[in-house]
Every structure is written in C-alpha cells, then in structure tokens.
C-alpha cells in the first residue's frame, strides 16, 4: 500500500467503520488487517483517532510492526498538539462487555453470500454464527462456533486464500437487516429456515427501527467518470470477487447451440466472419439473458462485492464496479444490455471457457 504524507495518509484505503473504531475494536481490525496492520494503525492516526492508537500502543500482545506504529503515531499526535491521555494504558483496555461484530463475504457465482456474526468477551473468545444465503431462496445454513482471537485471525486467513479476499467488516445494523429480510426470502420460497436460527437470536438481533443504507453508499469511494467506468468495466471480471461470475448454465448453452449452428452455415468460414458471428451470438445471449428483472439482482450483487472489494483496498476498482452497477440499474427496458462491457464480459468468458475446455479435450 503507497503511504503518503499528512492527515490523508492511509485513510482512503479504510472503510469509515475502520477508521472511526472506539475503544475494545482496534485491536481485533489490527488482527483482520494483518500485514496491513500498520497501514492501518497509519491510518487512525491520520484520522487522529487517539482511543484506537492507544489501545494498539498500550497492548504488549499486538503485533510488533502495528505497536511500534501506535508509538510512534502518538509523538506525532503529540506534535499536531492533538491532547494525549496521561496513562493510555488503563484508558485503552478492553472493554468490560462484549462487543459484538459483523463480516460479510459477497455473493459468489450463483447468488450464495455469507455473514459472521460475532461476540467479542472482554477476554477476547468469539462466540460466532454463520449464516449463508441464498439469492431467491432465503437463509440456508446457520452454523454456531466459538474460538479465539488467533483462531478467528487464521479462519479469515484461511477464507482470503480460497476466495482471494477475507470478509469484510460491516456495520452490525446492515448485517442484520439482511439477514432478516433473507428470512422473508425464507417464507416466499418455502424454504426451510435451517435448525439452530433460535439458539443465537441474541446475536441476530435486535433489528434496527428501518433498513440501514448499504455499506457501499457511504464507503467514499474515489470519484470516477461514469463513461470511463463503463469502458473498464469488463476488465472487473478477473477481482477475485467477480471471477466465478457467469451465467446460468442455460443460457450458456443457448448461446454455445447458437455458435455452432451459425458456423456450420455457409461453410468454410473465413476467420473475420466467424469472429463476427461468434460476437453476434455472444451479443444476442447478452440481451436475452440480462432481462430488465436480472440487470436489477445483479446491480444489487455487484453493489455487494464493492464492500469487499472496498475493505481490500481495492478502491479505484470498487469505484469503477459501483459506477457499473448504477449504470446496470439505470437502464430502460428498450435498452441494449450487450452495450455495457461487463454485462457482455458475462458471455465472452463463458465462450472462452468453453473453449479452453474443447481444446483441452482434443489435446488429450
């Protein structure tokens, strides 16, 4: 991560719920961030969050490279003239009630995301729910844990090396708004709620008064050019967030039907026209597929995989994503969905997949 000189250094890579952490949160975000750990602890210095660098600072347990950023960041706190508490130690302890916090991991390929929710004891033990869900059908599995800190740490770990991102931290009020409403999924599809949703519904609630925003409208992502944004936006597809990302095998198989059955016409083919009629293909699937009623589920997925993105510190591209998605969102029910390079970008990777696959086939 480029470090930069000033208030702002660090700051922009962190989501707001980082920055702004009270007392007993720093040093659990100090665990998740890893070896961001002293970007981090940067960046609650930048932003002159004093509660926050002093627990890192008075906390002998914190990784070496975050501490030592923490004292330092307090001399140059000190030289802003920003007030020092005189024994940070007993002001940044741990709290004496249990905090209690969310990740989100966003939605893979075929609609399916996962929250944790957890409980933080003042000695640091985790007691944990996870709970998966499932676009169109609702929560899906709950499944209740316990572990500690260092457990938690090499569980998110474990997750960033299968996926190619950790979950990310969430305001606990969004966490569990979108839990309820998977329950109201729960009940239009007749899908079973799983066994066990009771035994932790001191962690799934209480529900806030109305729905909180989505974490990505107030994650002050860089301003980018809408147009700009569009003609990027099929190079999104390769984030490990997107990559899984396809089409229904349906229509896969429409569109590959389609290919073949426009090659075998008017054989042989010259190269350039079979270009065009693949593209053709690709273009009708396109349209037909992305219905008025798909370009608005997967707007909101993609707003979903901003906050990853976003938590990573992959901010130009959150930005880029999130610009797609209203884009995606805004278009009118005549509209061409083929036109958006990341819609298209759906059908091209499946095609090369496709293809990928037969010439494996043939070689062996």
Not at 104 to 131: H, L, N
Not at 145 to 171: C, N, W, Y
Not at 306 to 320: E, H, P, T
């Amino acid at each position: 991560m480029a470090k930069k000189k000033g208030k702002s250094s660090g700051a922009g890579a962190f989501d707001r719920e980082w920055l702004e952490v009270g007392v007993g949160g720093a040093r659990a975000l100090v665990d998740l961030a890893n070896e961001r750990s002293a970007d981090l602890v940067e960046a609650w210095v930048a932003h002159e969050n004093v509660p926050a660098v002093l627990e890192i600072a008075s906390d002998d347990s914190a990784p070496t490279v975050a501490r030592k950023a923490a004292r330092r960041g307090i001399n140059v706190l000190k030289s802003r003239g920003v007030a020092i508490p005189e024994r940070p130690r007993a002001l940044a302890g741990a709290p004496d009630t249990e905090v209690v916090e969310a990740w989100f991991r966003p939605p893979d390929g075929a609609g399916t995301s996962a929250f944790t929710i957890g409980s933080r004891s003042p000695q640091g033990r985790y007691r944990m729910v996870d709970i998966i869900i499932k676009e169109g059908a609702g929560v899906v599995s709950i499944a209740g844990m316990q572990m500690s800190r260092s457990q938690l740490r090499e569980t998110f770990d474990g997750i960033a090396k299968r996926f190619g991102s950790p979950p990310a931290l969430v305001p606990l009020a969004w966490a569990r708004s979108r839990v309820a409403s998977a329950l109201v999924a729960n009940e239009k599809s007749e899908t079973p709620v799983p066994l066990g949703f009771d035994t932790h519904r001191d962690l799934l609630g209480p529900l806030p008064p109305t729905p909180p925003p989505h974490p990505a409208l107030g994650s002050k992502l860089p301003a980018v050019e809408p147009l700009e944004a569009l003609d990027r936006s099929a190079r999104l597809h390769a984030e490990p967030e997107l990559r899984g990302w396809l089409p229904a095998p349906p229509a896969i198989h429409a569109m590959l039907l389609a290919i073949r059955q426009s090659l075998r016409e008017d054989a042989p083919n010259e190269p350039s026209a079979t270009q065009i009629k693949v593209r053709s293909a690709i273009e009708k699937a396109t349209d037909a597929f992305f219905t008025p009623y798909a370009r608005a589920d997967f707007a909101e997925r993609m707003k979903d995989a901003v906050i990853s993105m976003a938590a990573r510190g992959a901010r130009d591209r959150a930005a880029d994503l999130f610009a797609t998605a209203e884009a995606i969102r805004l278009l009118g029910p005549d509209a061409e969905p083929h036109t958006i390079p990341f819609l298209r970008a759906f059908f091209e990777k499946a095609f090369g997949l496709a293809t990928a696959r037969a010439a494996a086939e043939r070689g062996a």
